[in-house]
């Protein structure tokens, strides 16, 4: 029962553009979601969160929007640089973040210079 | 300030043997995890500590277990290894709530 999901395994972005990368819950008692960004032989890093009282969060580039009705959250990146290419998981928590993640499989973006 | 440490970074075990993971951090964090990662799946709990004595199983804690006598290092032991346990595991820490922030670099782990 996977109640985190991220549909694409990959997306492929020029560098200078938007990059998009989205995740859906099914779980409508998640209320704190996250987002990790990881490279390859290393572990997560912790890139920015929100929650449901929030339906937008902005960091640099990097913007996080929640739809808690379609129980949708989405990641963007402008703009996109060649740094950006590595895995990126989303993930949900109850309680605003006191209960334990639930992780996405993740999507590996790879941003083409 | 070396953040989160795993050791060793890959290691074959044979079917039946055990083994410990070791993970230590030096940012004085609360919280401490344990979660394995299967090729094309999302991170998974084993295990994880809210501070020093006291442990709490996650998703996933079955062959597996864990010890917390100090704030700086959590072991994650592995008793009789099958090769379902064949996976990346990455320790992490926080200073508060659920929400790993820090990752150690995992430890890659074949059971042949």
């Known amino acids: 029962d996977q109640q985190v999901k991220q549909n694409s395994p990959s997306l492929s972005v020029q560098e200078g553009r938007i990059s998009i990368l989205n995740c859906d819950y099914t779980?409508?008692?998640?209320?704190?979601f996250l987002w990790y960004k990881k490279y390859p032989a290393e572990g997560p890093t912790f890139l920015i969160s929100i929650s449901s009282i929030k339906d937008k969060n902005e960091d640099g580039r990097f913007t996080v929007f929640l739809n808690k009705s379609a129980k949708h959250l989405s990641l963007h990146i402008v703009p996109s640089q060649p740094g950006d290419s590595a895995v990126y998981f989303c993930?949900?928590?109850?309680?605003?973040?006191?209960?334990?993640?639930?992780f996405g499989t993740g999507t590996r973006l790879t941003i083409i210079p | 300030n070396a953040g989160v440490t795993q050791t060793p970074k890959f290691r074959i075990l044979k079917i039946g043997q055990s083994m410990t993971l070791q993970c230590t951090q030096d940012m004085n964090h609360n919280y401490m995890y344990w979660y394995r990662q299967d090729p094309g799946m999302g991170l998974k709990l084993i295990y994880y500590s809210v501070g020093a004595g006291i442990t709490d199983k996650g998703e996933v804690p079955n062959g597996y277990n864990v010890s917390r006598s100090t704030t700086e290092d959590f072991p994650l032991r592995l008793e009789l290894a099958a090769p379902s346990q064949t996976s990346v595991y990455f320790c992490a820490s926080s200073y508060t709530t659920q929400q790993p922030r820090i990752f150690g670099p995992g430890t890659r782990l074949t059971v042949t």
């Open positions: 779980n409508s008692m998640f209320d704190y």
């Open positions: 993930a949900a928590s109850r309680n605003f973040g006191n209960e334990k993640l639930t």
